[in-house]
């Protein structure tokens, strides 16, 4: 039996001398995750390389829900240290990172809105939820008050109010926290506006509320919202779907849609008066701190009032930023490297 024990103890401390050894072969962070947060976390990495001698972090864009299946797979170099999401980590998220030796610390940065946005050389839009979730859910209410598929073409067959533009919106794939943030704030909210989708149990109505038309008026453009940017100015009468920094840089050519009454802007996501707005995170692998040099650091960086502050230079990128006895729970967070308990 005692030698079953110090076997079991001499393969555990082999284990973690692995780790630590093999950790120590990288000595640049490897951040991966949301499109939303990338232009975020990339200002901060390079402001990291720049000032605190440690070296640039790696930063990919993945989408929140690649990056989190990344940074939960397992822990050692191979596996990324950090990743951003526009979503909050889910149960089962937590749950597979926990199955694989990882302790997830979540750090809350500010928050961001969801923009429908398109060029300024197309019509402006003034939508409510409800004609958005009738330009693109799959299913509709029909004339007898019965779902059937989507029948509108144009914008203006869903109201009159509307431009008599064909629907045509590029979005995120399902693998993005801002289709996730999408389908939630926008696409389920504007199917409660209608009694014979609003009573249905719930399984039943995510059926209806979350499934998107796949008939050409949606397009998944991928998780470069640049990109989304760039074809938008090539097609006026398209709309896009992206986080409200995007439309902040790109202002000079991109107009954003007044979604129930109130616009996109930096004023009315702060205080909530935007309905479609999210907050935004990075998780960190807190087995990984001590190991890859600089994590600790970079998250400090991160949390800085210089950084994400009322007056921090990621306001010039379009983030929100969080009230600041919340900011400072989460620097202390994520300087004890709390674990998350959800």
Same mark, same amino acid.
């Given at each position: 039996?005692?030698?079953?024990?110090?076997?079991?103890?001499? !393969?555990?401390?082999?284990?973690?001398?692995? !780790?630590?050894?093999?950790?120590?072969?990288?000595?640049?962070?490897?951040?991966?995750?949301?499109?939303?947060?990338?232009?975020?976390?990339?200002?901060?990495?390079?402001?990291? /390389?720049?000032?605190? /001698?440690?070296?640039? +972090?790696?930063?990919?864009?993945? &989408?929140?829900? /690649?990056?989190?299946?990344?940074?939960?797979?397992?822990?050692?170099?191979?596996? *990324? #240290?950090?990743?951003?999401?526009?979503?909050? $980590?889910?149960?089962?998220?937590?749950?597979?990172?926990?199955?694989?030796?990882?302790?997830?610390?979540?750090?809350?940065?500010?928050?961001?809105?969801?923009?429908?946005?398109?060029?300024?050389?197309? @019509?402006?839009?003034?939508?409510?939820?409800?004609?958005?979730?009738?330009?693109?859910?799959?299913?509709?209410? &029909? @004339?007898? %008050?019965?779902?059937?598929?989507?029948?509108?073409?144009?914008?203006?067959?869903?109201?009159?109010?509307? @431009?008599?533009?064909?629907?045509?919106?590029?979005? *995120? +794939?399902?693998?993005? %926290?801002?289709?996730?943030?999408?389908?939630?704030?926008?696409?389920?909210?504007?199917?409660?506006?209608?009694?014979?989708?609003?009573?249905?149990?719930?399984?039943?109505?995510?059926?209806?509320?979350?499934?998107?038309?796949?008939?050409?008026?949606?397009?998944?453009?991928?998780?470069?919202?640049?990109?989304? =940017?760039?074809?938008?100015?090539?097609? *006026?009468?398209?709309?896009? $779907?992206? &986080?409200?920094?995007?439309?902040?840089?790109?202002?000079?050519?991109?107009?954003?849609?007044? =979604?129930?009454?109130?616009? +996109?802007?930096?004023?009315?996501?702060?205080? &909530?008066?935007? +309905?479609?707005?999210?907050? !935004?995170?990075?998780?960190?692998?807190?087995?990984?701190?001590?190991?890859?040099?600089?994590?600790?650091?970079?998250?400090?960086?991160?949390?800085?009032? #210089?950084?994400?502050?009322?007056?921090?230079?990621?306001?010039?990128?379009?983030?929100?930023?969080? @009230?600041?006895?919340? !900011?400072?729970?989460?620097?202390?967070? /994520?300087?004890?490297?709390?674990?998350?308990?959800?």
């Amino acid at each position: 039996m005692l030698k079953h024990i110090l076997s079991a103890t001499t !393969l555990t401390v082999f284990a973690g001398m692995t !780790l630590a050894g093999t950790a120590q072969a990288r000595d640049q962070i490897r951040i991966v995750g949301s499109s939303t947060v990338f232009p975020f976390s990339t200002t901060v990495a390079e402001q990291f /390389g720049k000032t605190s /001698g440690f070296k640039t +972090p790696v930063v990919e864009s993945t &989408g929140s829900g /690649g990056g989190l299946k990344l940074f939960c797979s397992g822990v050692g170099t191979d596996h *990324p #240290d950090i990743t951003n999401a526009s979503r909050r $980590i889910k149960k089962s998220e937590v749950e597979k990172c926990n199955a694989n030796g990882i302790t997830v610390v979540e750090i809350k940065v500010g928050f961001d809105g969801i923009v429908l946005a398109n060029s300024k050389n197309g @019509p402006a839009f003034n939508v409510a939820r409800k004609q958005v979730f009738l330009a693109l859910a799959a299913k509709v209410p &029909g @004339p007898n %008050g019965d779902l059937i598929e989507n029948p509108y073409k144009n914008w203006s067959d869903v109201d009159k109010s509307l @431009p008599n533009e064909k629907i045509e919106v590029l979005g *995120p +794939p399902p693998t993005s %926290g801002t289709r996730d943030a999408f389908v939630e704030l926008v696409m389920r909210e504007g199917a409660k506006e209608f009694p014979q989708i609003k009573a249905l149990e719930k399984k039943a109505f995510r059926a209806v509320s979350d499934r998107i038309r796949e008939d050409g008026a949606f397009v998944e453009a991928g998780e470069n919202d640049n990109l989304i =940017v760039q074809k938008l100015e090539a097609n *006026p009468e398209a709309v896009g $779907i992206f &986080g409200f920094s995007f439309l902040d840089q790109n202002a000079d050519k991109m107009q954003g849609a007044v =979604v129930d009454g109130q616009e +996109p802007t930096f004023e009315n996501i702060a205080s &909530g008066a935007y +309905p479609v707005s999210r907050s !935004l995170f990075f998780y960190v692998k807190k087995e990984h701190v001590g190991t890859i040099p600089g994590i600790a650091e970079f998250v400090g960086e991160f949390t800085s009032d #210089d950084a994400a502050g009322e007056d921090g230079y990621l306001l010039d990128k379009g983030l929100i930023p969080l @009230p600041q006895a919340d !900011l400072e729970a989460y620097r202390k967070a /994520g300087a004890d490297l709390t674990p998350l308990s959800l």
